[in-house]
């Protein structure tokens, strides 16, 4: 059988419900507070591991833009010094010689997999607006690279494809004491091609780098970083300028002048989202 007992208390009163009210209120702030603290501290553990994977992020892209500095340089002076034996073959009728031995250091173009990835998860958010510009630019400037690293791929691929319709005088050169002017002509119009495509991309690599050695040094503000890529390619341009003259005029050439002003254009990143296309890094043949 159901009993029902009368309640033990008198009913509330209003001072009892204002105090259960009260109670509840500041149990409430209490606990959001607590949450927000450990939030907090959980944030910036989340952003002291980012700027520390940040650095070596950076690190690594310096080292390896200036591997890809170092390899493109090599490269670009043989293609010089081929251009040259054919223009001679093709506007003096000089037989074509065979090219400078190649040995280009392999190398991995400048790329930001962990930027990305810390992006597309939310990570950056917990940055500053300086470290968000700065490393922003980072990635356009890797972007760049990414597309003209592909059109230097490709303009390579064309003037191998021509070199191997040729008998082979070695390993490493084709016979053209056959070829047609038309064919020399062509092949001289893939050179010259192929040599465009590689002063585009080392004039990324060297703003890339400029950034870099800026970000590395403690500047994040974007007008610095963006003075440092200008910098860094009019001395690549001058060093350019350079080699090309030791190359045609002299073998005993020392680098004796100073830098002259130029004008680069330099990209800056106007907003932080680019989609990068993912492809093989190794700077092969």
């Known amino acids: 059988m159901l009993e029902v007992h009368p309640p033990e208390r008198t009913p509330h009163t209003w001072r009892d419900f204002f105090i259960h009210i009260a109670t509840i209120v500041v149990g409430l702030v209490i606990a959001v507070g607590l949450e927000q603290t450990v939030e907090a501290i959980h944030h910036r553990h989340e952003r ?4 520390e994977t940040l650095h070596r992020e950076s690190e690594q892209i310096l080292k390896d833009s200036r591997n890809t500095s170092a390899a493109l340089d090599f490269h670009q002076d043989w293609l010089g010094r081929r251009v040259d034996q054919v223009k001679a073959a093709v506007w003096q009728q000089l037989p074509l010689g065979e090219p400078a031995a190649y040995a280009r250091p392999a190398f991995d173009y400048p790329d930001n997999p962990l930027w990305r990835s810390a992006k597309i998860g939310g990570l950056v958010e917990r940055l500053g607006p300086d470290e968000l510009n700065a490393y922003s630019e980072v990635e356009l400037l890797s972007g760049k690279i990414d597309v003209f690293y592909d059109d230097w791929r490709q303009s390579q691929s064309k003037r191998l494809q021509l070199e191997r319709q040729y008998p082979r005088h070695s390993l490493d050169s084709a016979d053209f004491t056959k070829a047609s002017p038309q064919d020399l002509r062509a092949y001289l119009g893939l050179l010259t091609a192929e040599a465009e495509s590689t002063k585009i991309l080392q004039e990324w690599d060297r703003n890339i780098q400029g950034a870099e050695e800026t970000i590395l040094n403690g500047e994040l503000r974007l007008e610095a970083i963006l003075a440092a890529e200008k910098k860094s390619s009019c001395l690549a341009s001058e060093l350019a300028k350079d080699v090309t003259d030791r190359r045609r005029h002299s073998k005993d050439w020392t680098m004796t002048r100073s830098p002259a002003p130029c004008n680069v254009r330099v990209c ?18």
Do not use: K
Request: hydrophobic share 35%; net charge negative.
């Open 48 to 51: 002291s591991e980012l700027r």
């Open 268 to 285: 800056s990143a106007a907003v932080w989202s680019i989609d990068i296309q993912g492809g093989n890094r190794d700077g092969s043949a």
